[in-house]
């Protein structure tokens, strides 16, 4: 089954303690990226990557790191998180000629105390 | 201002009636639009887009852009329970970003 997978699904941290969410994906999409969905906001994107070792910011980076090591994973990094991170995030792929028909994961909600 | 403005609503409609979700955009370098639908606690999915301006349709949705006026529009014809979720607009630049509206909650009682 074609889809994008996110872990974990639900994460309660402290600030300033170092996390990850991870991402994969199984379509062989070349461009990933990373959203937060705030109430009222939308969706905003974090960072995006075009291709392994290929990335670039969103509307939303301060606070956040990524990396692109494989095709597949696109883990989101949060080195010193805060009250302000807690948010619903998702990741989402597509192929890089079509980043307007993106595949979504199912979330990740991070509540930071 | 916000790139892509959406009523929040929520909207609520009885069983079979015709659905009219609408967004408002102000950034002109948009070149397709997209209808995401998103169920409660669930990654949004991806109804439809439309390149440049027109109509497209797909079963009982249709969405609808004039870039004239700067209005994207989402019509559900004889609508249905399942089709209570929250609908999400977006443009689509060209330089890969995307800008989302915040989204239209619908409920469709039976």
């Known amino acids: 089954e074609a889809q994008v997978t996110q872990n974990p699904r639900y994460l309660i941290t402290v600030t300033g303690k170092k996390l990850t969410v991870t991402c994969s994906q199984n379509?062989?999409?070349?461009?990933m990226s990373w959203y937060r969905q705030d109430p009222g906001l939308g969706l905003r994107q974090i960072y995006y990557?075009?291709?392994?070792?290929?990335?670039d910011k969103g509307d939303v980076p301060e606070g956040y790191k990524v990396s692109r090591k494989e095709k597949r994973n696109f883990p989101l990094i949060l080195e010193s998180p805060s009250p302000n991170q807690t948010s619903l995030y998702f990741c989402?792929?597509?192929?890089?000629?079509?980043?307007?028909?993106?595949?979504f994961g199912p979330g990740t909600r991070l509540t930071v105390t | 201002q916000k790139e892509v403005e959406q009523d929040p609503g929520p909207l609520s409609v009885p069983e079979g009636a015709i659905v009219s979700l609408n967004c408002t955009y102000s950034?002109?370098?948009?070149?397709?639009f997209m209808w995401y639908r998103q169920y409660s606690r669930k990654g949004p999915e991806l109804l439809m887009y439309?390149?440049?301006?027109g109509n497209k349709e797909d079963g009982r949705f249709t969405a609808q852009v004039d870039k004239s006026s700067k209005y994207i529009s989402l019509f559900i014809r004889d609508s249905q329970p399942s089709d209570s979720a929250t609908y999400l607009c977006?443009?689509?630049?060209?330089?890969?970003?995307?800008?989302f509206g915040a989204g239209t909650r619908l409920f469709v009682k039976a």
């Open positions: 989402a792929s597509s192929r890089v000629l079509e980043p307007y028909e993106q595949y």
């Open positions: 379509m062989n999409h070349e461009y």
């Open positions: 990557s075009m291709n392994v070792e290929v990335t």
């Open positions: 950034n002109s370098a948009f070149q397709y």
């Open positions: 439309t390149y440049s301006s």
């Open positions: 977006a443009g689509y630049t060209g330089g890969f970003k995307t800008i």
